[in-house]
């Protein structure tokens, strides 16, 4: 499985309707819109880095109204589980 969490900047205004349409997207796990250099973070999952890549490359930086986007490929991850 190959993961990343991509920082996303979008045009003024647009922060709602890119955060949705991420949220649809089966690949894209978690979103989160937030404060500070970046508009929105998601997190990505693919069953392999060519699925991702061209996940990120053709669905998320080709959409309307993103600027740019900073992607980091997670090398190793563990979640906490909570009681």
């Given at each position: 499985m190959a993961q990343a969490i991509v920082m996303i900047n979008v045009d003024v205004g647009k922060e709602n309707e890119i955060f949705e349409k991420l949220y649809e997207i089966p690949e894209v796990k978690e979103v989160y819109m937030v404060y500070g250099i970046h508009d929105l973070i998601a997190i990505i999952e693919a069953d392999t880095m060519d699925a991702l890549r061209t996940l990120i490359t053709e669905k998320v930086r080709r959409m309307e109204?993103?600027?740019?986007?900073?992607?980091?490929?997670?090398v190793m991850s563990k979640k906490k589980t909570t009681a």
């Open positions: 109204g993103v600027k740019s986007t900073l992607t980091n490929i997670v």
